[in-house]
């Protein structure tokens, strides 16, 4: 029997949208306000999805309090309270852009979790903005 199981974390950070081989007038036209040289931030919200089968012996697909020790071990600790552009070596050469950022995570936990788990993130810039990424 397939089901699937999430669980969601939280976390604050600054970022600025910005392409280096761009001029700074492409990068304000293209990233407008998140283009802000002094950087901007938002409050992320992140939903975490497994799926498979249910353990016969314990009735979990995985226990959940492994799964939110993973998450904040490996991403909060990671990205809450930082500047993406400087203090995460993921984004020194990358743009932290929303779908970056579920990348980025989602390969943080890919190599977390055991691989028999179908793994997706779906990850809130805002309440109305939204990324989700399964690896694919």
Not at 10 to 17: E, S
Not at 119 to 136: F, W
Request: net charge negative; hydrophobic share 35%.
């Amino acid at each position: 029997m397939y089901i699937s199981v999430f669980r969601k974390a939280h976390f604050n950070a600054a970022h600025r949208l910005h392409n280096k081989n761009w001029s700074e007038e492409k990068n304000k036209e293209i990233f407008g306000l998140c283009n802000n040289q002094y950087y901007h931030g938002h409050n992320y919200e992140l939903e975490v999805k497994l799926g498979g089968t249910i353990d016969p012996d314990t009735g979990y697909l995985i226990d959940l309090k492994v799964l939110s020790d993973v998450i904040k071990e490996h991403v909060e600790r990671k990205f809450d309270h930082k500047n993406l552009n400087l203090e995460v070596s993921e984004f020194f050469d990358l743009n932290p852009t929303a779908e970056n950022i579920a990348v980025v995570i989602w390969k943080i936990l890919r190599a977390q979790l055991d691989s028999k788990y179908d793994l997706s993130v779906r990850l809130y810039e805002t309440p109305r903005n939204y990324v989700e990424y399964a690896g694919k």
